[in-house]
DNA sequence: GCCATAAACTTGAGTAGTCAAGGAGATGGC
DNA sequence: GCCATCTCCTTGACTACTCAAGTTTATGGC
């Protein structure tokens, strides 16, 4: 196998762990998903703490349905409201709440840690880190650290 | 964000662009998704083409039940079989069928064709996509370059 | 002003996985 | 030999998306 495939193929594999490390330390703290912290992330990093869904759908990289369904139980919960725009009926702004803001700082905290600990001891020196994060960003979409 | 963080958020990111455009062309040619090839062509890695399905969800990163999704459209398209063994009744190996063996090198031709365009161009020195690999080594589970 | 087209969003149906529970068979203590 | 326990696998109920279709609102040509 040419090593551009097993790159990709360890890529796929890797998400998967992470994600799972995530989910399971957010999840038991803060009772989210990773989903709904990045979502609730990019919200955060949003001029205002809020955006069109369609906006949130492509700086996400999910189609605007995932959007919708993704926010719906952050609605519920109270983290996030939707949000009426005057000039245009049929966008709907979503945007953190107080609460979600302030929970969401927590949740940051958390996934923070989490990081630290994926890339924790002697195999990860920082300029490691540093070059898959630039490695990684010739690949995706346009990333999330906007600020 | 630091930098740690940064990564892990981007290497999610990554992953699903990854597997959008792995899962366009594979479904588009072979009629499988990304998550059939890697399941078939870790089947094509083990000795007699055949595993156990426990130990298929170990090495893919599944869950038992997974497995048992995943491999049983398969099994309906003719490329997998299940097979008894001899002095254990519970296990049921998951075996590739010569079909399964015929198309997966089909299919693995078109996968590393779309993983050489992935990392085609400047941006990807061939140092840099064996630096990615090794980097995502330390982070993921087993990999699948087994042979 | 009116209509065609396009944009923002939601919804129904389907796919890919998870976890928890359960059936069936193996195994070891005694 | 028998029972408790463990392993392998499947199934039901759920989550998180996708795509295709539909609704509502905006916009530009004329």
Redesign the interface.
């Known amino acids: 196998?040419?090593?551009?495939?097993?790159?990709?193929?360890?890529?796929?594999?890797?998400?998967?762990?992470?994600?799972r490390r995530?989910d399971a330390r957010l999840g038991g703290l803060h009772g989210v998903s990773?989903a709904d912290f990045?979502l609730l992330l990019r919200l955060g990093q949003a001029p205002g703490d809020r955006m069109r869904r369609v906006d949130l759908a492509e700086a996400l990289?999910l189609t605007a349905s995932g959007v919708t369904r993704g926010l719906a139980p952050l609605e519920r919960i109270g983290l996030v409201t939707r949000e009426p725009d005057a000039r245009d009926a049929r966008v709907a702004y979503a945007a953190l709440t107080g609460t979600g803001r302030r929970r969401l700082a927590e949740m940051?905290a958390t996934?923070?840690e989490?990081?630290?600990d994926?890339?924790a001891g002697p195999?990860?020196p920082?300029a490691?880190?540093?070059?898959?994060?630039g490695?990684?960003?010739?690949?995706?979409?346009t990333?999330?650290?906007g600020?």
Chains 1, 2 share one sequence.
């Open positions: 196998m040419s090593e551009a495939l097993d790159a990709a193929l360890r890529l796929v594999r890797a998400q998967a762990t992470l994600v995530f990773l990045t990289g940051l996934a923070e989490t990081a630290a994926v890339f195999a990860w920082a490691d880190v540093a070059g898959l994060a490695l990684l960003t010739r690949l995706g979409g990333g999330l650290s600020s």
